[in-house]
């Protein structure tokens, strides 16, 4: 009994340190386009999406419920699943986050939950029909209702504000941009807070601390609150980069109404117990405020790596997560030995890290390279009227040493 004990203290510390990453790796859902527009000074963006990030843990449990009670079977769970099924979501997480890549945290998680219960219990201790309609199937949902809801959103701010001010204007959309994105933290706060809940109480469980079907105790729900409104202090200016100008370059109205959409399409199915992505609705919004400003556009580029980095977020964190279980199932040493794997992984990616800063000094400096088209439409581009003639010539590079110099020549 007390090894089991000390099991399950770990696992309650290791889904802890989990919702931290969540935390930072996400904040970027909130509070990138506030900060790439300019509307609130980095640190002071971040501060304010952990206060709400940390109410909004307070406001439901559905989604914690569907994690706890709904995706697999919690009689056939042991803590040392929940263990393996967290390894393979931090780890996920912390890649996604050195790449910069806004990846779904929530999907990592239930990755890592669905391959470790299925190297333990076998596939039939995961409940198909619940991971069909409350994951995936909002999965593919929110991002397109988000995006379409942010595009239409950016077309009419626009037409509604073709007569207003211009600077009056700006500042009355900073303004409502800063309450969006309160809202976008609180919304998080709301959804996916409860996923760290619900795998605490899934493990409580399974333990035989408390009872089948019963809800996250109180200290679970302020623990959790806590640990991923400490995380979305830190900020994880990697994806806030990537998320506020990696994606597209946002005015003040198209922020407004990117953080609104996503805002409403988050409350809306943290009501419904659905466990979607934040991440997914934030970019999807993101990239349909983009495409709704005349002449604004998406980086595909950037969009194409987050796309691949969604497909492959169950599968991957599922992956670990049952190769964890795996070595778990040969008793403490093996629970040791994925134990000090992750964290030896964790540290050497923090490492990694440290060789490229980035943080609120940074975080809006664009790392993103000019794409083929761009260049090759600035290549082709007309020079300005006036230029003159001297101006326009261009010399060929230098030959090599071996070719003659005469093949040198002035165009």
Not at 111 to 139: M, Q, W
Not at 214 to 243: C, E, F, K, N, Q
Not at 285 to 292: D, H, K, R
């Amino acid at each position: 009994m007390e090894n089991f004990s000390l099991i399950l203290a770990i696992v309650v510390v290791t889904a802890l340190a989990f919702d931290f990453t969540n935390g930072f790796h996400d904040t970027a859902n909130a509070m990138a386009t506030t900060i790439s527009t300019g509307a609130l000074k980095p640190k002071v963006a971040v501060a304010m999406s952990a206060v709400l990030n940390l109410v909004g843990a307070f406001l439901s449990v559905e989604v914690a419920n569907t994690i706890s009670k709904g995706l697999v079977d919690e009689t056939g769970i042991r803590p040392e699943v929940i263990f393996a099924a967290l390894v393979g979501a931090i780890l996920w997480n912390l890649l996604t986050w050195l790449v910069g890549l806004p990846s779904s945290s929530s999907h990592a998680l239930m990755g890592g939950l669905i391959g470790a219960t299925i190297a333990s219990a076998g596939v039939g201790a995961v409940h198909g029909d619940a991971l069909v309609t409350k994951v995936l199937i909002p999965a593919i949902a929110a991002p397109l209702v988000a995006g379409i809801a942010a595009f239409l959103g950016t077309r009419l701010t626009y037409s509604l504000g073709k007569k207003a001010d211009g600077e009056a204007a700006a500042k009355g959309y900073r303004t409502g941009q800063i309450a969006s994105a309160g809202l976008v933290s609180l919304a998080h706060g709301t959804n996916d807070a409860q996923k760290t809940m619900g795998i605490i109480t899934l493990a409580l469980v399974a333990g035989g601390v408390v009872a089948p079907d019963s809800d996250p105790p109180m200290w679970v729900i302020l623990s959790a609150g806590l640990a991923i409104a400490l995380g979305t202090y830190l900020g994880g200016w990697r994806i806030i980069r990537t998320m506020g100008k990696g994606l597209t370059d946002l005015q003040p109205q198209q922020g407004f109404a990117a953080q609104t959409s996503a805002a409403t399409v988050i409350l809306a199915s943290s009501h419904l117990g659905f466990s979607l992505s934040t991440t997914h609705s934030v970019s999807g919004s993101v990239m349909g405020a983009g495409l709704g400003r005349k002449g604004g556009v998406v980086r595909w580029s950037t969009a194409t790596r987050m796309f691949v980095a969604w497909g492959l977020t169950l599968p991957a964190a599922a992956l670990v997560g049952a190769l964890a279980e795996y070595v778990t199932g040969f008793g403490t040493w093996g629970t040791a030995v994925v134990a000090v794997f992750l964290v030896g992984s964790s540290a050497a990616i923090w490492k990694i890290s440290r060789r490229e800063v980035v943080d609120h000094t940074n975080v809006n400096d664009s790392d993103e390279a000019p794409g083929v088209v761009t260049t090759a439409i600035a290549a082709v581009t007309p020079p300005p009227a006036g230029t003159p003639a001297e101006d326009l010539s261009a010399t060929i590079p230098a030959p090599s040493s071996s070719e003659p110099a005469s093949s040198q020549a002035t165009v």
